[in-house]
């Protein structure tokens, strides 16, 4: 058996370490490693596509997960304070957000963006003082909603499980001292679910800076990184590739890690 | 609900508790309304719609388009195989692994390990999936076989090569759940099996196995339900050989489009998937009476 797990790991492994060897590949072919160099690693970060999708990506994740965050956090407050039906409704919702397919969310978030954006144009034309009213269109501001609502599910569900473990004796003793609730919240609950709402915010963060799919159906004229990886793919694979996913690789690591760090701080010190 | 935690906001009168309570849950209500309800709704209405003469949706009421859903048949039928299997194939790797991990792997290296199971989940899929092109495309595992004897072996770019993109795509997903429900094993049931006479054999067949059922039934499902969906995997993997139902949905709405089309296939495709869930659950709690398996 520790034979066939080791196998496992190794399948699991081969194929990230053979990316991460040929990113310091000298030369030009994927097939022979014909020596060490870090030059692709420069080709990449000179590249202004590249780059700029790096940057949309940055920028995406970022946004996407700290709206996750916030909104999955006070959701999942929220829901800790309504009825059953209530909250079997929203569980329900939360679940399809989570377990659509991202090609199914990517259409219909598409179908009716586009849609509502033919009905608002036309209206923010006709209401608009002068002759250049905003556009509205498909961008950084669609892929980050669609981002967003995976996201804000994967955020309320963890923070929710934290706040059912949650010790309860501590929120009465603090409002049986007459702490005022915002104290209550601020020193008692609100330190218990931090290290989930970091959790939270990195693998949202982690899933946006990943997904390209949802990405491919609303993201309009703009680039994100994984649909210019694809792009090359299909162009034929170039050593560049490699470095810039050798870097991703070792950034979506380092946050998991961060990640699963804080979901294991059970009681904070202080 | 959750006196305690109520308790915190409850000096105020009902109607701030309800009033926060509102607030909280406001972001989220739009955020589910606005990009999950909405545009659902709008696919099931351009799926009883009819093709615009230069693409997109014209307002019909007519099931035309679900009539149509033979002509996809192929992309249909290759889902709807490689999905169970790959699911099916996903399990039989997974399950020695969770059990090592939860019931075998040494106590300091169980958390390194489960670490090392969660990170490629993590990790892009694309970059994981085209590293695969390399291996099994021309230069990689066929120029080996060719080296010693073995001419012509074409692997990228045929189903199987798609099942082991699969595999090796999900792997972390299944391994998860199962080890969740066999880390959750009460031990002393193993030893009471061995104590009254059973062989190991019967015992992992009889309490191991049966117990670890809903992990399983959990994994099973998501990784089917996601793959019903998949469209990188064949697409890298498939080469264009090897249509899932994802690549017909992206044919549709991106380069012919057909709206309402895709749209009925995206409904359908949701339909399924709405089964497959119901069936795993009712099956997970028919097997052992026991809830499903949280994964995260």
Same mark, same amino acid.
Request: glycine fraction near 8%.
């Given at each position: 058996m520790r034979a066939f797990v080791t196998a496992v790991f190794a399948f699991l492994y081969l194929p990230i370490a053979l990316v991460v060897l040929f990113s310091f590949n000298a030369g030009r072919h994927a097939s022979e490693f014909t020596g060490f160099s870090v030059q692709w690693y420069g080709t990449a970060l000179s590249n202004p596509f590249l780059v700029e999708a790096l940057k949309n990506s940055l920028f995406i994740a970022t946004t996407s997960a700290l709206l996750a965050a916030v909104c999955g956090t006070a959701a999942a407050l929220g829901l800790s304070r309504v009825g059953l039906r209530t909250r079997a409704v929203f569980d329900a919702l939360m679940g399809a957000a989570i377990v659509v397919p991202g090609v199914v969310i990517g259409i219909s978030t598409?179908?009716?963006?586009?849609?509502?954006?033919? @009905?608002?144009?036309?209206?923010?034309?006709? $209401?608009?003082? !002068? !002759?250049?009213?905003? *556009?509205?269109?498909?961008? +950084?501001g669609s892929i980050i909603a /669609?981002?967003?609502?995976?996201? =804000?599910? &994967? #955020?309320? =569900? $963890? #923070?929710?499980? *934290?706040?059912?473990? %949650? !010790?309860?004796?501590?929120?009465?003793?603090?409002?049986?001292l007459y702490a005022t609730p915002l104290t209550t919240f601020r020193s008692i609950v609100l330190p218990q679910i931090m290290p989930a709402v970091v959790a939270g915010f990195l693998l949202a963060f982690t899933f946006s800076f990943d997904d390209f799919i949802v990405a491919f159906f609303v993201a309009g004229a703009q680039t994100t990184l994984p649909i210019y990886v694809f792009a090359s793919i299909r162009r034929g694979v170039t050593p560049e590739i490699n470095a810039i996913a050798t870097i991703v690789l070792v950034a979506s690591v380092l946050l998991v890690v961060l990640a699963q760090w804080q979901l294991r701080q059970r009681k904070p010190s202080n | 609900m959750s006196a305690g935690l109520g308790a915190v906001f409850m000096h105020g009168n009902r109607f701030r508790h309800n009033l &926060?309570?509102?607030?909280?849950?406001?972001? /989220?209500?739009?955020?589910? @309304?606005?990009?999950?309800?909405?545009?659902?709704?709008? $696919?099931? #209405?351009?799926? #009883?719609?009819? *093709?615009?003469?230069?693409?997109? +949706?014209?307002?019909?009421?007519? %099931?035309?388009? +679900?009539?149509?859903?033979? /002509?996809r048949a192929t992309a249909f039928w290759n889902t709807m195989m490689l999905a169970p299997v790959g699911a099916l194939a996903c399990l039989l790797v997974a399950y020695p692994v969770a059990y090592y991990l939860a019931l075998k792997a040494p106590q300091r290296w169980r958390l390194i390990l489960l670490a090392l199971v969660v990170i490629p989940f993590w990790t892009s899929l694309l970059m994981r999936t085209y590293a695969w092109m390399y291996i099994l495309g021309g230069r990689g595992i066929p120029a080996? %076989? /060719?080296? @010693?004897? $073995?001419? !012509?072996? *074409? %692997?990228?770019?045929?189903?199987?090569? @798609?099942?082991?993109?699969?595999v090796y795509g999900y792997l972390p997903l299944m391994i998860l759940p199962i080890y969740v429900s066999l880390e959750r094993l009460d031990r002393r049931l193993l030893e009471a099996s061995a104590d009254l006479g059973a062989t190991p054999f019967s015992t992992f067949l009889g309490v191991t196995l049966k117990l670890s059922l809903p992990g399983v039934m959990t994994g099973f499902s998501l990784v089917m339900i996601l793959l019903l969906g998949e469209y990188l995997i064949p697409t890298l993997l498939g080469g264009g050989k090897v249509f899932f139902i994802g690549n017909a949905l992206v044919d549709l709405f991106l380069q012919s489009r057909n709206w309402p089309f895709g749209s009925a296939i995206a409904i359908t495709l949701v339909a399924v998937s709405v089964v497959v869930l119901i069936a795993a659950n009712r099956i997970s709690t028919r097997v052992s009476g026991a809830r499903r398996v949280d994964l995260i």
């Open positions: 598409l179908v009716a963006l586009v849609q509502l954006f033919g @009905v608002l144009n036309p209206f923010l034309a006709s $209401i608009w003082p !002068d !002759d250049q009213p905003p *556009r509205l269109s498909l961008g +950084y /669609a981002h967003g609502l995976f996201s =804000m599910a &994967l #955020v309320t =569900m $963890i #923070v929710g499980t *934290r706040l059912a473990s %949650l !010790d309860r004796n501590l929120v009465e003793a603090s409002s049986d | &926060l309570t509102a607030l909280l849950l406001a972001p /989220a209500t739009a955020w589910l @309304v606005v990009f999950l309800v909405l545009p659902f709704i709008a $696919i099931a #209405v351009f799926s #009883v719609g009819e *093709r615009a003469p230069e693409g997109g +949706y014209q307002a019909a009421f007519t %099931l035309a388009q +679900y009539a149509n859903l033979p /002509a080996l %076989l /060719a080296f @010693v004897g $073995i001419e !012509d072996v *074409r %692997l990228i770019n045929t189903p199987g090569a @798609v099942l082991l993109g699969i």
